[in-house]
């Protein structure tokens, strides 16, 4: 899901983000960490945040994996 244009939790629901939580997949979601507070409440699934960064060079990149 692009949440680039998401702004409130409202909105995530508006566009079915419950539905998704209920099919028992994988659910990519960027732009996350606007919805942190919101995610951390739903303690049935186990979120897994991927933070991809540029390095100096701006030739390799740093991942950073986390649970929430």
Same mark, same amino acid.
């Given at each position: 899901i692009d949440a %680039?244009? &998401?702004q409130t939790v409202? /909105?995530?629901e508006e566009i079915g983000f419950q539905r998704y939580l209920q099919q028992n997949a994988v659910i990519a979601? /960027? %732009?996350s960490e606007r919805f942190f507070s919101y995610l951390e409440? &739903?303690?049935t699934i186990?979120? &897994?945040s991927?933070?991809?960064e540029t390095t100096a060079t701006?030739? /390799?990149r740093r991942i950073t994996l986390s649970t929430l």
């Open positions: %680039w244009r &998401i409202p /909105e995530l979601l /960027e %732009w409440k &739903i303690k186990q979120f &897994i991927i933070q991809i701006d030739l /390799e």
